[in-house]
Every structure is written in C-alpha cells, then in structure tokens.
C-alpha cells in the first residue's frame, strides 16, 4: 500500500496571524474532550464511529500528547474542528507534527481547518521548534490547498509520489512543485532532513 504525501514547513517563521471567523473561538483541550475530538474526526474522516475511549488510545493516553498543543475550533462553546501538536518521539524538540486537522461537515467553508493548523504552528514556533511536517492523502485536495497555503511544501519519501503530487498541482491549476521541493532538501540540515523524510 502506498504511503501517504509527506509535506514539510521548513521553518515556522512569517507565519500569519490567526483571524478566527466572526462566531468562533479557538481553545486547547481540557479533560472531557475526549467525545468531541471522536465526533469531529468520526464526521471529517468517514470510516467506523470513534468513541471517546479511541481518542485516549489514540491521542491523549499517548507518551508524545502534548494538552497545551491540542486545539479546537468551537462555535458557541461546542468544539467543531480540531488539530494536535504531535511529536514522533518524547525527546523530538526541533520537528513538529501536525496531525488529525478534521472540522465537521456542517462547519466546512470557514476556514477552520486553516485556523486550527496555524494555532498548532504557532504552538511549535513558540515552544522553539525548527519546522513542521505532516501527512495526507491524495485525494484530500481542499486540505492539500490549504497547507500550501500556509507554506507547506511537499516533499518525496517515496517512490511514486513525484507523479502523484504532479496529478494533484495539475488538477490544483499550480505551477509544478520541484523547484520547491529541491530547495527544501537544501534548507534543511542533514539531521532535520532525515527526520522530515523517514
């Protein structure tokens, strides 16, 4: 099975400002969130129902969970989007992750997935990591669409996906990425690279 797209912020600097839409806020998780990340994810992703007993596994009964790095978009109080701070080690302090961006059916055109992303950024900036990476599917092009938007660049780790990001810039109406994507092997270190691509 092929491996999702990889794509990498390869530093956290001019990073815009967060302009929630008028009507929402923006908070980190607080014990009992736990049924509102399953029920924005259950209704973003599709597949089987999550319960809150899966968040725990999945996210906040994890070693890497970070609670100040946890975010959700609400309206009236009620979390409709979310995304996580995410590290691919306890020890990892110089690569972010961003991870699980969902926002719920009825919320979508607001731009919270947007939101939600850059609060996770700005959480990695100013807790003094290097830059940011995260993965995501081909078909996800409203996703894809707003993570280069916010300056994500994507990069190749495996075989196969220069021509699916091609297909992907193609069906986007953008400029091919390769002059991209060869700076970013440039600009990052050897040490961050190898991290951003394994």
């Known amino acids: 099975m092929a491996?999702?797209?990889?794509?990498?912020?390869?530093?956290?600097?001019?990073?815009?400002?967060?302009?929630?839409?008028?009507?929402?806020?923006?908070?980190?998780?607080?014990?009992?969130?736990?049924?509102?990340?399953?029920?924005?994810?259950?209704?973003?992703?599709?597949?089987?129902?999550?319960?809150?007993?899966?968040?725990?596994?999945?996210?906040?009964?994890?070693?890497?969970?970070?609670?100040?790095?946890?975010?959700?978009?609400?309206?009236?109080?009620?979390?409709?989007?979310?995304?996580?701070?995410?590290?691919?080690?306890v020890d990892e302090k110089e690569v972010g992750y961003v991870h699980m961006v969902g926002v719920v059916a009825e919320h979508t055109g607001h731009k919270l997935g947007k939101w939600v992303s850059l609060a996770v950024l700005v959480y990695f900036r100013d807790n003094g990591f290097k830059c940011s990476m995260l993965d995501t599917d081909d078909f996800r092009i409203p996703a894809i669409k707003t993570y280069l938007n916010l300056g994500f660049i994507p990069v190749y780790v495996e075989e196969g996906q220069p021509e699916r990001w091609s297909d992907i810039f193609e069906s986007l109406k953008l400029p091919q990425p390769s002059a991209q994507i060869a700076n970013v092997t440039e600009t990052l270190s050897e040490e961050l690279w190898s991290k951003v691509s394994s």
């Open 3 to 89: 491996r999702q797209l990889r794509m990498v912020r390869p530093n956290l600097e001019d990073l815009p400002a967060l302009e929630l839409p008028a009507g929402y806020g923006m908070r980190t998780y607080r014990k009992g969130d736990e049924a509102h990340w399953a029920r924005i994810i259950s209704d973003s992703f599709g597949g089987r129902e999550r319960t809150a007993q899966d968040t725990e596994n999945e996210i906040t009964g994890r070693d890497v969970f970070i609670p100040d790095g946890f975010y959700f978009a609400t309206h009236r109080e009620v979390p409709v989007g979310t995304a996580c701070a995410w590290r691919q080690s």
